[in-house]
T-cell receptor, first 113, second 113 residues
Framework: NAGVTQTPKFRVLKTGQSMTLLCAQDMNHEYMYWYRQDPGMGLRLIHYSVGEGTTAKGEVPDGYNVSRLKKQNFLLGLESAAPSQTSVYFC????????????FGPGTRLTVL | GDSVTQMEGPVTLSEEAFLTINCTYT??????LFWYVQYPGEGLQLLLKATKADDKGSNKGFEATYRKETTSFHLEKGSVQVSDSAVYFCALKVASGTYKYIFGTGTRLKVLA
């Protein structure tokens, strides 16, 4: 049982480049989330999904897009990366939106030069 | 708005010392409160939770009591071990139309042998 996995673990981009972060979970969870973690700040919600084919904006959605084509996968895209998007990105999943426990992936450290 | 404030780290302790990590919150309604832990190279994982006032959450020797009168949820452990070295996040969940999770900034704990 792998839980929540994220690909890649590290990435360095130049300003203006694009990339996609992949999150996969094998727990059959309906809800999935993308957070970013910056120094001195708590985790902030970027986008989330309440089920296959659905997505919704979180607290800081600008500059990101997401897709949930399959229940087990949640993709986070950066179309034109900016230095302000340098961060650690965490994916999480939960059984439902009100669940007490979110299960987190190990994170992706992204640097935009 | 809803928020979580936790003490800044890093906190450095000797093995077998007593640990307290302070957490206070601001929230409308009646939030559930959580402590998550992030070990090096891993994602966050739920350590303990409390869902109503005066509840005590406990796990792996850690404890925290939901204090509504002081809006606090301080994490304690009587005798820390080197293996407790990690980053600890205080978090709350509020129901406001939909559910919202708010995470603190994290407190890094380093335990020396």
């Amino acid at each position: 049982n792998a839980g929540v996995t994220q690909t890649p673990k590290f990435r360095v981009l130049k300003t203006g480049q694009s990339m996609t972060l992949l999150c996969a979970q094998d727990m059959n969870h309906e809800y999935m989330y993308w957070y970013r973690q910056d120094p001195g700040m708590g985790l902030r919600l970027i986008h989330y999904s309440v089920g296959e084919g659905t997505t919704a904006k979180g607290e800081v959605p600008d500059g990101y897009n997401v897709s949930r084509l399959k229940k087990q996968n949640f993709l986070l895209g950066l179309e034109s990366a900016a230095p302000s998007q340098t961060s650690v990105y965490f994916c999480a999943s939960s059984f439902d939106r009100g669940a007490d426990t979110q299960y987190f992936g190990p994170g992706t450290r992204l640097t935009v030069l | 708005g809803d928020s979580v404030t936790q003490m800044e780290g890093p906190v450095t302790l000797s093995e077998e010392a007593f640990l307290t990590i302070n957490c206070t919150y601001t929230a409308t309604g009646y939030p559930s409160l959580f402590w998550y832990v992030q070990y090096p190279g891993e994602g966050l994982q739920l350590l303990l939770k409390a869902t109503k006032a005066d509840d005590k959450g406990s796990n792996k020797g850690f404890e925290a009591t939901y204090r509504k009168e002081t809006t606090s949820f301080h994490l304690e452990k009587g005798s820390v071990q080197v293996s407790d070295s990690a980053v600890y996040f205080c978090a709350l969940k509020v129901a406001s139309g939909t559910y919202k999770y708010i995470f603190g900034t994290g407190t890094r704990l380093k335990v020396l042998a």
